[in-house]
């Protein structure tokens, strides 16, 4: 049984699904403030970014002119201008500039002067005052090697030093390198010194929010501006707070990385400075970062919260006024289950329920009316129901009589009838019988015919093979003898090359000698000697001849001898069948004289049966005659008697039927007595 779910329950249900709803609200919102946050945020870093780059750009850029244009004197001039003047012109360039802090002229070691192996005339400032010196033209310095030098001469293009901490001077300062061409050859580097503390000071002062700060790479990833240590220099990936950023170093991402600074994650931007390959970058803390996002939340959470709670009570007081008049309606309905319909609801409103309220009093008073009718029409049947039963068991019984004597009738005229058919059927199956008695008795006549046709067939074909047997006989005979007498023509043959074997063997033997006489005669036997041996081939061809000859008379000798074997046995198996075929003559006649016997009884015996089928014939029509008036009698009396039974079966059907009526009518009545009515 399924559990029972109240109509406040299934309202209620809205209230999960709504704050589902409400909370995936919240947090499409949050999502889509954080995604414009992060996108405003990426902008600010990517203007903020340009400006400083352009900054840092624009400074580094006015500095490497001040080096290009003193290497494009120093190309031009060469070796005409003295020291004093190499002097006065780098003072001048000097000035064009704030942050250029030194300014000097390196020739290859002997080009300026070849008596002069290190010529370097360098000028920095010192407490607003221009100095002169030529303290680095030594070897003990050897500045050739130095790497400022080594890096421009090697590239031959500008080369930017990696930023140095001088503690004299208490600056940092980084070294460009520009090389210069004298007839066509390196000659040498010009290298201005730039002081970054301007540049620093505008890095450190930079400030993303409450604690975001600002910082300086160069090209190796070592700091040029720190973000807390101005002085500091060393790479990034030692720093105990930011080594995090090494990671991410050569990357691009517009929306920064994720890192960890100090314990706690932030944002890193970087942007590259192509002129110098340093690294601008920007870092934040998230937290910051997402403070205003934060706030944002808790108030969408505050705000969902409320319309929760609001929708609840809604909710609920929505259910309960829904509920409480279906309640009572519910109460009434059970009154009206358990029989009574004497109740009435008043109808508080005029909406759906109301309505229910006013269709269900309509269908209780028409209830009602409906059953005090079928209390009324259930004393009426009740009555005429008690009536017809006892009219019915009297037709009844008076049927009954009927029934059990027309049955009697019926049941006797059944069995002669039946009787008269089993009869009927009886003398069918004997003169069936007597019908295949009566075939088979031609059959057998026919079959004796045809065995004297077969028999007389059997005697002349028995003469006619009696009398080929003889002849088969003298034929064997004759063979016979011809087979005796070939093999002693054959014995005679052999005797006779016999004789020419042993001619030619003697022919062989005198040819031999005949060979050796005329041998001996020399000159005067050749022509005796060629005699000799084709007399000797002719002897031994024909003892080849004859020794082919007795193999051959020795096969025919072998298959006569076989042959002659064969009619002998032919000969006796031709005896014995002419002595078969004399017997089975015999029994043939035999045969025939039974034969004609058997005839003689078939004939007699077809007599008989046809003389039986005439009596038969006669039997069958009347009995025929009989079996079907006694079926016609037990066809009416079967009629009449089913007419008796059906009528009887009616008249039971209608007292069953009018005691069912009867306790149906005492059962309803006391059914609708259960119910209370106006």
């Known amino acids: 049984m399924k559990a029972k779910t109240s109509i406040q329950k299934k309202i209620l249900i809205f209230v999960p699904i709504a704050i589902i709803s409400l909370g995936l609200l919240a947090f499409l919102s949050y999502q889509s403030a954080k995604q414009a946050l992060e996108e405003e945020i990426t902008d600010k870093m990517s203007y903020l970014s340009n400006d400083i780059r352009h900054f840092i750009d624009g400074e580094l850029l006015s500095h490497q002119r001040i080096g ?18 190499y002097y006065q012109l780098a003072e001048n360039y000097i000035q064009l500039n704030d942050d250029t802090y030194g300014l000097g002229v390196w020739f290859e070691p002997n080009l300026y002067d070849e008596t002069i192996e290190y010529f370097g005339p360098y000028v920095y400032k010192n407490d607003g005052a221009f100095v002169y010196t030529d303290e680095y033209e030594t070897s003990a310095y050897d500045y050739p090697s130095q790497d400022w030098y080594t890096r421009a001469k090697e590239s031959q ?3 930017w030093s990696d930023p140095y901490y001088d503690e004299a001077l208490d600056m940092t300062i980084i070294t460009t390198s520009v090389p210069f061409q004298i007839n066509n050859q390196f000659g040498g580097v010009v290298t201005s010194d730039i002081d970054i503390s301007n540049l620093q000071t505008v890095v450190n002062d930079i400030t993303i929010g409450e604690s975001g700060r600002a910082f300086l790479l160069n090209e190796e990833g070592h700091f040029v501006v720190h973000p807390t240590s101005p002085q500091a220099t060393h790479a990034i990936g030692e720093d105990e707070i930011y080594k995090d950023v090494a990671g991410v170093l050569g990357e691009e991402s517009e929306t920064g990385f994720s890192i960890s600074a100090a314990g706690e994650s932030s944002r890193v931007y970087l942007t590259a400075i192509p002129r110098t390959n340093w ?21 969408i959470i505050a705000i969902a919260v409320g319309i929760t709670v609001i929708f609840i009570v809604i909710a609920l007081w929505l259910a309960r006024t829904l509920t409480r008049p279906i309640k009572q309606l519910s109460k009434e309905v059970e009154k009206v289950a358990g029989g009574d319909f004497s109740v009435a609801l008043n109808v508080q409103s005029k909406d759906e329920i109301g309505e229910l309220t006013a269709n269900f009093n309509t269908m209780v008073q028409s209830v009602s009316q409906l059953i005090y009718g079928v209390k009324q029409s259930v004393h009426d049947v009740h ?119 042993d001619i030619s063997n003697q022919t062989n033997l005198l040819a031999l000698n005949a060979s050796i006489e005329a041998a001996r005669a020399g000159e005067h036997g050749k022509g005796f000697a060629v005699v000799a041996d084709e007399v000797r081939k002719l002897a031994e061809e024909t003892s080849k001849a004859t020794t082919k000859i007795t193999s051959t008379i020795d096969e025919v000798s072998h298959g006569s001898f076989e042959a002659l074997k064969a009619m002998t046995e032919s000969k006796q198996m031709t005896e014995t069948q002419a002595e078969v075929i004399r017997e089975t003559a015999a029994r043939f006649k035999t045969l025939a004289t039974e034969n004609q016997k058997v005839m003689a009884s078939v004939e007699t015996i077809t007599k008989d049966v046809l003389d039986i089928n005439v009596y038969k014939d006669n039997v069958v029509d009347a009995i025929s005659q009989i079996a079907s008036i006694l079926e016609e009698t037990a066809a009416a009396t079967e009629e009449v008697d089913a007419s008796s039974a059906e009528q009887l079966q009616a008249l039971r059907m209608v007292t069953e039927s009018a005691e069912t009526l009867q306790k149906n009518g005492e059962r309803l009545d006391k059914d609708i007595s259960q119910f209370k009515t106006n």
């Not at 290009?68 to 003047?85: D, I, K, P, S």
């Not at 009398?467 to 088969?472: D, F, H, V, W």
């Open 68 to 85: 290009e244009t003193m290497a494009e004197n120093v190309h031009q001039l060469g070796q005409t201008l003295f020291r004093e003047q």
């Open 157 to 159: 293009a500008i080369a």
């Open 279 to 299: 690294t601008l970058g920007f870092i934040m803390p998230e937290t910051e970062m997402y403070r205003s996002l934060n706030t944002l939340l808790v108030r």
């Open 383 to 501: 009555d005429a129901s008690t009536q017809l039963s006892a009219v019915a068991e009297e037709t009844s019984a008076s049927s009954e009589e009927i029934s059990r004597a027309m049955s009697q009738v019926s049941a006797g005229t059944t069995d002669a009838a039946h009787f008269a058919e089993t009869t009927n059927e009886a003398t069918l199956q004997l003169s069936d019988k007597i019908q295949n008695l009566l075939k088979q008795a031609e059959q057998l006549k026919l079959f004796a015919q045809s065995v004297e046709v077969i028999q007389t067939e059997g005697v002349e074909q028995m003469g006619t093979l009696g009398s080929q047997a003889k002849t088969s006989l003298d034929v064997v005979n004759e063979v016979s003898r011809s087979m005796t007498d070939l093999a002693n023509k054959i014995d005679q043959i052999a005797s006779v090359v016999t004789v020419i074997d």
